[in-house]
């Protein structure tokens, strides 16, 4: 299993991003795919999750009103759409898959390499 996130960028306060999370493998379609952010000195947190077929979603209480996770199967991608982004949006995105739509780390086996977004002020 492979997860590719790609998307991220520099992007001033009020922007927005799309970010990309490609799988391979047989599993992904059937998996639980998440995203996840580090910032600087911070703890790993969890971002929006969405389940196998798409019909549910979680998202983080700070990104609830400005994020849409959405996934597409048949080409093994799960999509992130964060708007009105703000500095303390700054960070390494990753992309990861499990069996449940959780937001412990811990639950996630496959992660991808990340992909920095950075907000400008």
């Known amino acids: 299993v492979q997860l590719q996130a790609s998307g991220g960028g520099l992007v001033q306060t009020g922007g927005s991003l799309n970010l990309t999370c490609a799988g391979s493998?047989?599993?992904?379609?059937?998996?639980?795919i998440s995203w996840f952010r580090q910032a600087p000195g911070k703890e790993r947190e969890f971002v929006a999750g969405?389940?196998?077929?798409?019909?549910?979603?979680s998202y983080a209480d700070s990104v609830k009103d400005r994020c849409t996770i959405s996934r597409d199967n048949a080409k093994n991608t799960v999509y992130l759409e964060i708007a009105t982004l703000k500095p303390e949006d700054t960070a390494i995105y990753y992309c990861?898959?499990?069996?449940?739509?959780?937001?412990?780390?811990?639950?996630?086996?496959?992660w991808g390499q990340g992909t920095l977004v950075t907000v400008s002020s």
């Open positions: 969405i389940s196998r077929s798409g019909s549910a979603t």
């Open positions: 493998g047989p599993t992904f379609s059937t998996s639980v």
């Open positions: 990861a898959q499990s069996s449940y739509l959780v937001r412990r780390g811990d639950a996630y086996k496959y």
